[in-house]
């Protein structure tokens, strides 16, 4: 691995012990109530919404790579998708961390499982954004990563609407 390639898995890591860091010290967990037992439970006997799943999942998911997209096409473009690892990695630190103060190991099983398998298609489209951002202009958004990068998001939106439901709730079924 090259050096400039290390720097940024290096800055993705250094956000993720900040964000642990950060739950440690800030104790946020109380904020957090989707690591808590009773959430699983009515989670398991109610569910959600489809709609609000819907609104939530494009809200968090598809606006945040436009937003990437827009920002990625400055003069900016290395700055900030150096601010995007660091942010991802902190957010998975604060995550990782809530999750095993609220649930022990067990929380860490259904932080993974959450995260299964739309993640699978979301890190492939935001590997191709990043690298593209990261490369600066020697590399041209072409329309086979257009192409690419937006199958994987919608590919992801429809695995996390669709497919991870069943598998969280078969898992909380095990746990109830």
């Known amino acids: 691995m090259k050096w400039k390639a290390k720097a940024w898995v290096i800055l993705l890591l250094l956000g993720f012990v900040i964000g642990i860091f950060y739950e440690n010290f800030a104790e946020v967990t109380t904020r957090i109530s989707i690591f808590r ?3 699983l439970y009515a989670y398991w006997n109610g569910g959600v919404d489809g709609s609000l799943r819907l609104w939530y999942v494009f809200r968090m998911r598809v606006i945040p790579m436009l937003v990437l997209g827009m920002l990625g096409s400055t003069t900016w473009r290395k700055q900030i998708a150096g601010l995007f690892l660091l942010w991802i990695g902190f957010l998975y630190g604060v ?3 809530a ?3 609220g649930l022990g190991m067990l929380g860490l099983v259904v932080f993974l499982v959450g995260l299964f398998p739309q993640y699978l298609f979301y890190c492939l489209a935001y590997s191709v954004m ?3 951002m990261i490369s600066g ?5 072409n329309g086979t990563k ?3 990068t937006i199958g994987m998001l919608l590919i992801g939106v ?3 609407l669709y497919i991870n439901p069943i598998i969280m709730k078969k898992l909380v079924f095990m746990l109830v």
């Open 37 to 39: 037992r009773d959430v």
């Open 95 to 97: 995550l990782v961390t």
């Open 99 to 101: 999750a095993i103060a």
């Open 130 to 132: 990043i690298s593209w």
């Open 137 to 141: 202009t020697a590399r041209k958004w």
């Open 146 to 148: 257009k192409v690419f």
């Open 158 to 160: 429809l695995a996390e």
